[in-house]
């Protein structure tokens, strides 16, 4: 753990949004970390910015309690498509995490969608629970191990032998729908497509979404950087990231696509 923090009960709703989601739409967010931006990862482009705590030890962040009760004020829900499972860290570090999916379908009764990190997909328990939501979308920015520690920078227990078998066991058991979702930072070679490519015909998922970090990445750590907002919330330091170009994000889905014929999904990049 790089550091330890207090934590408090947290000051803010678990709930926030609904931000515009280019992948799910309408999305509704709970974020079941809240105070202390919590990962086992420490992504460069990160849009919470430096995280806290880094750390792949599960706890209870937001009582599950406090999560029903956030989400019944929110009621009704109106033009709303989707609730996300995100916010201020990986979700799957939550102990709570199935009680919390249960909350949310429960309450909601709409498409539950987690964002994850996959570092804990190894855990038969997170499995488990994460076989609740109706999508789940696993990231996998790294095709080798030096790309891992150079973009996702994890905890050192961390490696991508493991986050592969992780995921691929996950999807031997779940029978909803995987996208694989992938941060495109740089120009990709044709041997790193031919690699990805490789990676993905052994996961199958249903969709692979790839993205770049178009969203500007707070330097100081603010709770409203787990939306989309950010951009508007001046006047917080931000750092904006070197994207590749939209004609370079299209090439590499078509690529994809044209070899292993899975939906590739991607934003528009001016
Ligand atoms: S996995 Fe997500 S929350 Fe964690 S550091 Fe990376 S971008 Fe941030």
């Not at 990160?46 to 750390?55: A, D, R």
């Not at 979308?137 to 030096?146: E, G, P, Q, R």
């Not at 979404?209 to 950087?225: C, D, G, M, T």
């Not at 070197?242 to 990049?269: F, M, R």
Request: with cysteine; hydrophobic share 40%.
């Amino acid at each position: 753990m790089s550091a330890t923090l207090s934590r408090q009960q947290p000051q803010h709703s678990a709930v926030y949004g609904p931000v515009n989601s280019w992948r799910f739409g309408r999305s509704l967010g709970i974020d079941p970390i809240c105070s202390v931006s919590t990962c086992s990862f420490n992504c460069v482009y990160c849009q919470l910015g430096k995280i806290q705590v880094t750390t792949t030890q599960r706890q209870i962040f937001v009582p599950t309690m406090q999560i029903f009760d956030d989400l019944r004020a929110k009621l009704p829900l109106e033009q709303i498509d989707v609730v996300t499972l995100s916010g201020s860290g990986e979700p799957t570090l939550a102990l709570n995490l199935e009680k919390i999916i249960g909350v949310v379908k429960k309450v909601t009764r709409l498409p539950t969608v987690v964002l994850t990190n996959s570092t804990m997909l190894h855990d038969p328990t997170v499995r488990s629970a994460l076989k609740l939501a109706d999508i789940v979308a696993a990231k996998l920015d790294a095709i080798s191990s030096n790309q891992l520690q150079q973009i996702n920078r994890p905890v050192e227990t961390i490696n991508l032998p493991d986050i592969l078998a992780g995921i691929e066991q996950f999807r031997q058991e779940y029978q909803g729908h995987l996208a694989i979702q992938t941060m495109v930072l740089s120009r990709w070679t044709p041997d790193m497509v031919k690699d990805y490519i490789e990676i993905i015909q052994r996961l199958q998922p249903n969709e692979i979404q790839i993205n770049v970090p178009s969203r500007p990445r707070v330097l100081v750590r603010q709770l409203e950087a787990r939306g989309n907002n950010i951009a508007q919330s001046t006047p917080y330091l931000v750092q904006n990231l070197k994207c590749v170009s939209g004609d370079i994000l299209a090439a590499v889905a078509t690529q994809i696509h044209d070899a292993i014929n899975i939906p590739v999904t991607y934003p528009a990049v001016a």
